[in-house]
Structure formats: C-alpha cells, structure tokens
C-alpha cells in the first residue's frame, strides 16, 4: 500500500455536455516527476486546475498529499505550489518584490519572507538580477522565478502545467535542471506536457490523457517501447525511386518498411540510430538514388497517440 | 525531513487556529495594496500616464471649448471654468473603473488571480485589497487635480468642511465604480477589450452635468442626464463647493447630495456581488 503524493480515482468535469475529465484516475509515487501526457484539450490542464484546488470537479475523488481536495482546499493550498502555463508574476515588480510579496501571502511574515526571498533567488540563480523589473527578464528567468514563487513554502507537489511552452531550446533546458533539482530535494512534481521527449527527460512515469481519461500509466522506456521506438524516413527525388528506397531501407532498418506514396516517404524502425542512418545514406549513394531528404525521428506524442488511440492527437 | 518540517509549520500558520481569519484577511489586502503602491513607486509614469488624460481635459475644455461656453446660471468664460471643474473631478472618478478593469484582466490573463487563488492566502484579500488600492491612488488623482484647479484659479468658495464633504462623495464614487470595474475585468476575455471599454465609458460622462447642464440639452436627453449618477455626484460636489449648480428645479437636481450618496450605494449593491460572484465562478 502505497502513500500516493497525488491520488485521483474516477475524476470528473462537465462544461455542458463537454466532459473535460471523464473518469481520469492518476495515482503519483511521493518523491517522483509524474508525467501527464497528451494533445491540447485532453484535460491535463483541467486535472492539474482541479487538484491545485482552482475548479471544482463534479464527480470521483482527489487527495493531494494525503488531504481531501473537496473537503479541505484550503489545506491542500497549503501543501502545494503551482506554475502555470504563463508565468504568473508581476511584470512591474521586482524578482525580489515578487517573492517577497507571495512570501507574505503565504502568511511567512515579513522577515522570514524576505529571507526566503534572498534563498530562492540563490537557488534559481536569480541573485543577480534580482533587483531588476521582470519586464525585462529573459522567458527562461521568469519561468525560473515562477518556479522559485511556487516554491516558497517548500510544497510537497508541485504542478508544472506545461512549464515550457513557447521557451527557447536553452531555456527549456534551465527549466528542466531546476525540476531536476527540486526533486532531488524531495519535492514531487505532476507535470503536463504535449512533449514526449520532455516526459521522457524528466518523469520516471507517464500517464497518458485522452480525451478526459488516462488511456495509458507506464514508464518512458515502455511507452517508447510500444511505440516502436525511433524510425529513419527517406524521401527520394522521384516517386518512381520508392521502390528501390524501400529496398535499401529494408536491408538495413529493423521491421518491415512503410511506403507512404502520397507524401513520397518511406520510413522504418530503426534500433542503433547512427550506424543505421550512415548505412542508408551510402547504400543509396551507391545505387545513386537521388535524395531529397533523409533523417531520424524520435517517436512524438502523435506516434504514441496513434498508437494507442488508432487516431491522430486532435487539438481541440 | 527539513522541506516537510518547513511546509507543515507554514502551513499551519495559515490555518485560521493560528491568527484570526480577519487578521490575514486585512494583512493580505494590505499586502495586495503594497504590491500596487510599488507599482507606481517603481514607475511613477504610470500615474502620469492615468492623469494625463483628466489634465489634458481639463485644460482643452476648460480653455479650448471653455472660452465659447457660458454656465447654467449665466456668467463669462471664467465662471465656465468653476462650473466645468468640479465635473471634470467627477470624471476623473468615473474612468477610475477602466484602469480597475485594466488591472483586473491583466492579473487574470497573466495567471496572477490563479496563483493567488492556488496559495492559502484569505481570498477576500484579492478583492478588497483591489478596492482599497484604488482610493489611496484616487486621492492622489484628486490631489494633483486640485492643484491643476487652483493653478487656474478655480476656488472653493465653501471653506474647508465643504470642500472635504465633496471630496467625500467623490471618492464615494469612485469606490462604487471600483466594483463595476472588478466585475467588467473579471467579464472580458483579453486587456484589449478591457481599452475598448472607453467606448462606453467616454459618451456615458458626457450624458450628464459634467460639461453642460441637463436643462440645455433636448427634452428625453435632458431627463436621462439629469437622472446619470454622475449628475447627482457633480451637484453634490459643486454645492459642496460652493459652486453655481446650475439646477433647473427638477426633483433629481435638487436633491443632488442625497443622490449622490444613494446612487453610489445601490451601484455598489448591485455590482460587489456581482464581482464575488464572478470571482467566485472562476472555480466552475
């Protein structure tokens, strides 16, 4: 029997006829970066507003650190820190006035807040600009001082509803080091994402969420696994080469290749990526097939959808 | 563990065993009113940028149409100018609630109300923390305006009780405005729909006594500005002053100072449930 940071059973949300949740059930070990995987509209968010204590839900169960999130929300905010899909700070404020402001709405008291304040700026690397206006922080440090507002209490879980929309590559990576970070200090985290190699970065486990309910609860290497992992794709010059594409893929890559004639692209699993790929390239050198592209794709969200769903990712 | 230790004392410091609910509730609205001092404190501009526009009235009516205008009661362009001015404070409180729903939807836009809701902080705090944040910077909006004023040589003629009395309903108003503001920023989807607001804002100050009097204007237009809260607000003030009123005798304008203490209290009535309501609704 498990102590779950996170345990909902049969979660429910109507607007309407709309159901957002229908019956999500999410189970998160303490200690863990848990992934909620799937396309927008599939009711991450939604999950993550109703245990963050933001929306009521209409039907099932949630705890959240062992507390009732219908019963006792008040509690449950207590013991929780949220980063939402903007950064939620005051532009016209201070790093440091930001953090002392929540502080002090966390009921921290003035001098603990500021102290708190100087800690969290250290710890997100933050010191240095941390008596400039916000207005004028990069994507990456606002995300940071995001993070660090919704650490001020230490917060047993912490959602991150996709932390890292609309960052650039480094400052994604920032992001990502400090999740690291906090779960190495013993913070939970239920993070939302439409990426799966940023799920599969962080989280030790995945849910994925369709259409109001979890349609899959696996570890990253599993998920790939049924996917069928990465897969080289070559689109020759000419539709009439596919034949022979075909071929040359076959002899190399792992199973059967799959001809899309439409899009002039044939593609297969593949299994030690770089050598597979260099192959490729110089057997069709050899028969001197003319290449218009050739690369290798990691499987995304919309490999694993089709695979578990049989239908592509719709973005409601 | 040190983490949990931290996040269970904190987290019963917060519960209402600790200190009352109503001395968080009062700390947080304070907190919340520092956070909007600091704004203009860091960028005192922005306290230019909402005075700008009263000023610049001020003086484009006051001098620009003031000149070809004469006040209810008969008189030269400088009794225009004591007419025109104590309206032009009436105005300056009415667009108070643009600014209220300005601040409004950009906090919610920006995630900052879903931060405040997700944090164990009194949710009052948000609300009336707003509307206290909106009379301490409508007090400097009517300072810096009275100095405008006397700059032109308009004066109070009633001495200081009065001219603290009409003060008094000013703010009444403008307090009252604040919920409608409230409850426009939490309706509006986006901040730019919040500026398009002036559209509204602009024709409803100007259908009242704060540029002309009622008398002058045709029969049903007349009735309908004699009738506009801003009316009773800027005849209470102007005879609080000790300005021309400029009545034409109708009940509504001879009982302007009534008026201008029931108008606010029903917008009020009707309009602080409504933005709890919809504060509230945001957790459907």
Known sequence: ?316 | MSTTATASSASSASTPTGRGRLYWALADSWTVVRRVLTHYRRKPVLIAWQLGFPIVSVLLYGYVLGGAMRPPGGGEAADYRNYLLPGMFVMTMSFGFMHTATAVVHDQSKGVIDRFRSMPMAPSAVVTGRGLTDLIVACAELSILLATALAMGWRAESGVAGAAGAFGVLLLLRFALTWVGVWLGLLVPNPEAAGGLFVVAFPLTMVSSVFAAPSTMPGWLGTVAAWNPLSATAGAARSLFGNEIGSDGSWVQEHAPLMAVVWPLAITAVFLPLAIRRYQRLSR
């Open chain 1, 1 to 316: 029997m498990h102590d779950w940071a996170v345990r909902a059973e049969g979660l429910e949300k109507r607007y309407g006829e709309k159901r957002a949740l229908d019956g999500l059930d999410l189970a998160v070990r303490p200690g863990t970066v848990h992934g909620l995987l799937g396309p927008n509209g599939a009711g991450k968010s939604t999950a993550v507003r109703v245990l963050a204590t933001l929306l009521r839900f209409d039907g099932g169960r949630a705890e959240v650190a062992g507390v009732d999130v219908a019963r006792e929300p008040r509690r449950v905010r207590g013991l929780i820190g949220l980063t939402g899909q903007y950064a939620a700070v005051d532009d016209q404020l201070t790093g440091r006035q930001n953090l002392e402001m929540f502080g002090r709405l966390f009921h921290l008291g003035g001098r603990s807040a500021r102290s708190r304040a100087v800690e969290l700026l250290e710890r997100f690397r933050l010191t240095e600009a941390a008596d400039r206006g916000v207005e004028s922080y990069s994507g990456g440090m606002r995300r940071r001082l995001d993070l660090a507002a919704s650490m001020i209490l230490s917060p047993r879980v912490l959602f991150l509803d996709e932390p890292t929309t609309g960052l650039d590559p480094r400052a994604r990576g920032e992001v990502w080091q400090s999740v690291r970070d906090l779960v190495a200090a013993g913070t939970t985290v239920l993070l939302t994402t439409q990426y799966l190699d940023e799920a599969d970065q962080l989280a030790s486990r995945i849910t994925v969420v369709d259409r109001g309910r979890a349609i899959a609860d696996d570890t990253p290497e599993a998920l790939k696994n049924r996917v069928g992992g990465d897969r080289i794709e070559v689109v020759p010059v000419e539709a009439a080469d596919l034949p022979a594409v075909a071929g040359v893929v076959a002899r190399v890559c792992l199973g059967e290749p799959r001809v899309d004639e439409a899009a002039r692209r044939v593609h297969a699993p593949v299994r030690d990526r770089v050598s597979a790929l260099s192959e490729v390239v110089r057997a069709l050198h050899d028969k001197r097939v003319a290449v218009e592209d050739v690369g290798l794709r990691r499987p995304s969200l919309d490999d694993v959808f089709l695979r578990l769903t049989g239908r592509e990712a719709v973005t409601v």
